[in-house]
């Protein structure tokens, strides 16, 4: 059985630089450098999405969302399939299913739950029950590589407890995915490579910061993205250097331009370290920005919503023929069916 590949990002909003950077392009290049041999499903997790607020029309938001993938070069072949959450609806019914296999103090240590219900009188059930939904949204497709944020690494470990949990109570159903070290290396991503906030490099680019010039959208006009970099927190120590600790922001634009003209970081480095004009390095990085954003937006611009309808029609006919499979097989295994 050839291994299959899992992503998907959730459409509450337009994403940011930091988004299309650190997430959208490494899966894009991943999908299209083994979708080859292997399966690959991206998804739009639209019920984890109504977790929280949305910024506009959450059907709207999911084609726009799928549009970023084919306009950042998504590769499209019979191993590639697309589709929404809610569409499959054995993710629900597996969730439901783990729900009687999970325990209370497993789910209530995820950081993500401890960080979203901290100082609030309450939260929804969502906000406590999401990682078992994503335990099913691996599952159903025996996903042996998710490729994703640090900051959800602790909800792999979580599936893949639950997995081996059911396998040792019911047989071998579920496939393990691989675990959390091994996922960093299968993903290929610089080491915490994660892209700061223009105005706060402390903090990395976020878009529900609210000032406009701490972030950059990929909405954005090109011109106004350049202006946006030109403006950015720096430091006063006069010289060039990759330095994340003591020169976050300038550190932050090197890692920008590495990232979109495709060098190899230490190149970058190499070309602007002890030179004294921060000036010139924001505006190439600025230059760098501006025609990413123009050739993107271009792209994205050429796709229609029939297209991606398409591609979801023939995503979704495969994806509930996979999960449908292997839900029959769990609800065997408690006597449901």
């Keep these: ?35 080859k041999e292997w399966q690959v499903n991206i998804f739009v997790p639209d019920l984890h999405s109504i977790i929280s607020d949305v910024d506009g029309d959450l059907k709207e938001n999911t084609i726009r969302t799928l549009k970023y993938y084919l306009a950042a070069g998504l590769e499209i072949n019979d191993n590639v399939h697309i589709y929404r959450q809610s569409y499959v609806p054995a993710h629900s019914e597996l969730c439901w299913i783990l729900n009687c296999v999970a325990t209370m103090g497993e789910t209530s240590r995820m950081i993500q739950y401890k960080e979203k219900s901290k100082g609030q009188e309450s939260c929804n059930v969502g906000i406590f029950d999401y990682p078992i939904l994503m335990a099913a949204d691996i599952l159903l497709y025996d996903a042996t590589y998710i490729p994703l944020g640090e900051d959800q690494f602790q909800h792999i470990e979580l599936t893949r407890n639950l997995a081996m949990r059911f396998n040792n109570r019911f047989g071998e159903i579920f496939t393990v995915p691989a675990k959390t070290s091994d996922q960093v290396k ?125 591609l979801l029609a023939k995503g979704e006919t495969y994806a509930n023929e996979v999960a449908n499979k292997k839900l029959l097989e769990a609800q065997k295994a408690f006597n449901l069916r």
């Design 186 to 310: 299968f993903m290929k991503l610089d080491e915490g490579l994660r892209i700061r906030d223009l105005l706060n490099p402390e903090k990395k680019m976020s878009k529900s910061t609210a000032a406009e010039n701490s972030k950059i959208m990929l909405d954005d006009d090109p011109e106004k993205a350049a202006k946006k970099i030109m403006s950015a927190t720096t430091d006063s120590l006069g010289k060039i250097k990759f330095d994340m600790f003591n020169q976050p922001g300038i550190s932050n634009l090197l890692v920008i331009e590495s990232q979109l003209t495709g060098l190899p970081l230490e190149d970058v480095v190499a070309t602007w370290a002890g030179q004294t004009s921060y000036g010139d390095l924001k505006k190439k990085v600025a230059s760098s920005v501006s025609a990413m954003l123009s050739e993107f937006q271009s792209k994205l611009a050429s796709i229609s919503d029939g297209e991606v309808y398409e």
């Design 1 to 35: 059985m050839n291994k299959t590949i899992l992503t998907g990002i959730r459409s509450n909003s337009i994403l940011t630089l930091g988004n299309y950077l650190g997430a959208l392009l490494p899966m894009v290049r991943l999908a299209n450098e083994y979708s």
